[in-house]
């Protein structure tokens, strides 16, 4: 800390103190240095008292300013009372220190008085002569002009330390929501590898007993779908686990749209016949999509296992020219009809929106699954719709838009 620092920090009592002991040795100096025009007699007591009243009252300038002022004032009329034999004063400091702190500190009620009386006053009775009337003024000026210029710069100085402690708040907010976002992408990634995982498990596992006496050679591949499920499974969460160190390493990278076909096969291989089909000319996305697009896939597929006892699927990645559109149909249960209740509205993948089945019939979940669908859809920009295929009394059709641009 700078040497002003540390005494801007001392308590305004003592500074006043220290100023007033200042500008008193100051006043003080011509009594040392005069002799009287009238003979050799010292300088006496009560002529040295005006010096005594135009210096002390600065102690309390921060409380009384204009109180400050008016006594200097009067104690300086006083000391002139006695010109020409009295020790002249080239600056009454007291008198500019009173009228700074006037500019400072003092309403403006008070300002405009000290403005009103002291500019009138100064030129009528500010000296005998042009110069020091000139010097008056300027001086007085220049004290006045000093105050107000500190008082704006504090001013500008506080509206900066809040601006500066309001941006750090709504940083410290906004890295709040960050981890609270990335929390939430988390879980809905984690329920997605475990869910997809489990179900393929789930389904082999109950399949193998019966092909084991029947077709040995399918129990044997349940039973390796089984395995390569939860190896998946753990290598993705050890992937996503490693986000949350704070160790800096190669990290494997999330699963993209290059890995859909590979999810697909692995659910056709023992489960359901699902397909892939692509259309359009594939082109580069941003990592949000490739992971929504992935995710999408995934989930669509794990509910399918675990709730629409289908025979077979299909996958379309419709690459178009704004948007890529990623449509997941099977051929299951669908939303059972003597159940839906009241409809709902959800929106269409390609902009407007349709009237939609109830999900939360029996077979089909409207939990963590489907909203993750749809939130994942809309971060990237997107919407997502679920449904009966179009066409069809039956089967499920999972359907969201990703748009191509950022937004």
């Known amino acids: 800390m700078s040497p002003m620092a540390r005494f801007r920090a001392l308590h305004p009592l003592l500074i006043d103190a220290v100023l007033t002991a200042v500008v008193l040795a100051a006043q003080s100096v011509p009594f040392f240095y005069t002799r009287r025009m009238a003979g050799p007699e010292p300088w006496t007591v009560m002529e040295y008292l005006p010096v005594l ?11 009384y300013p204009l109180a400050v002022l008016i006594a200097i004032i009067l104690a300086t009329n006083v000391y002139s009372m006695h010109d020409p034999d009295i020790p002249p004063q080239p600056l009454w400091y007291g008198h500019l220190v009173a009228t700074y702190t006037i500019a400072q500190l ?11 009386i002291m500019v009138p006053g100064a030129i009528l009775f500010g ?25 704006v710069h504090q001013a500008y100085a506080r509206v900066l330390e809040e601006r500066a402690a309001q941006l750090e708040r709504e940083r410290e907010l906004e890295a709040e929501r960050a981890a609270e976002r990335e929390r939430a992408r988390i879980a809905r990634d984690m329920h997605d590898i475990l869910a997809h995982a489990v179900s393929i498990m789930v389904v082999q596992a109950e399949a193998g007993p019966l092909a084991v006496r029947t077709n040995p050679d399918r129990a044997e591949a349940a039973f390796d779908a089984i395995g390569a499920a939860g190896r998946e499974a753990m290598a993705q969460l050890r992937r996503m686990l490693g986000l949350l160190k704070e160790t800096e390493g190669p990290r494997e990278p999330q699963p993209t749209i290059d890995r859909i076909p590979e999810l697909v ?10 397909s892939l089909t692509t259309t359009g000319q594939p082109v580069a996305v941003s990592s949000d999509v490739e992971i929504a697009a992935y995710r999408i896939v995934q989930e669509s597929l794990t509910n399918m296992l675990k709730h629409a006892a289908a025979t077979e699927a299909e996958v379309r990645l419709d690459w178009q020219d704004e948007a890529l559109l990623v ?5 299951g249960r669908g939303p059972a009809a003597d159940s839906r209740g009241m409809n709902t509205l959800s929106p269409d993948p390609r902009g407007a929106e349709r009237r939609g089945p109830d999900l939360r019939g029996p077979g089909f979940s409207g939990g963590n699954g489907l909203i993750g669908i749809r939130e994942r859809a809309a971060a990237c920009g997107g919407a997502a719709s679920f449904g009966t295929p179009p066409g069809r009394t039956r089967g499920f059709q999972v359907a969201a838009r990703l748009p191509l641009a950022g937004v």
């Open 53 to 63: 009243g135009a210096t002390l009252p600065l102690i309390v300038r921060r409380r």
């Open 106 to 116: 003092a309403p403006r009620w008070q300002r405009l008085v000290v403005i009103v």
């Open 127 to 151: 000296g005998n002569s042009v110069p020091t009337l000139v010097r008056g003024l300027l001086t007085w000026v220049a004290s006045y002009a000093l105050g107000r210029a500190v008082t």
């Open 265 to 274: 096969g692995g659910v056709g291989d023992t489960g359901p016949r699902v």
């Open 327 to 331: 449509t997941v149909t099977d051929d």
